[in-house]
């Protein structure tokens, strides 16, 4: 866990358990008053920088930068489109079943892209797509078709 050293007025170094140092974080108040902290990459005069922006966003009540995070639903859809789309069957079909089972609720609820569905597919996550003949209903006589 990370150790902030007041550096000057806003301003802290972070820094590991052994003292190297990390990087700087600036800390101030946005426009509605609310605390903020961010961290900056590059050296003091960065973090004097981003201090200063961070003041004139207040005084000029100007609305905070959008945060930089993505979420998981967000990175799931990119990858997909970026990725997914160009991929051969079998291998939309096994992405499919790890998304299905190891997901969240609600990314697996997110639509799915054009390129990744099925004409007969749901808008879920599960159902983008289709089964592997190992998965489809076996006969009800139990026997699989293997020899053995």
Request: hydrophobic share 30%; proline share 5%; net charge positive.
């Amino acid at each position: 866990m990370p150790i902030r050293r007041r550096i000057e007025p806003g301003i802290f170094e972070r820094v590991n358990a052994a003292g190297q140092h990390l990087g700087y974080e600036v800390k101030y108040k946005d426009a509605d008053g609310k605390a903020r902290r961010r961290s900056v990459q590059g050296d003091i005069h960065d973090a004097r920088n981003a201090l200063a922006e961070a003041r004139t966003r207040r005084v000029k009540q100007e609305q905070e930068p959008q945060d930089p995070r993505v979420s998981l639903d967000a990175v799931i859809a990119a990858f997909e489109q970026a990725h997914v789309a160009g991929l051969r069957d079998n291998s939309r079909r096994a992405l499919g079943r790890f998304a299905a089972t190891h997901l969240t609720t609600s990314a697996r609820e997110d639509p799915a892209p054009e390129a990744c569905m099925d004409s007969t597919s749901s808008s879920s996550r599960a159902g983008r797509y289709e089964t592997l003949p190992s998965e489809r209903q076996r006969p009800a006589s139990g026997k699989t078709g293997r020899r053995r």
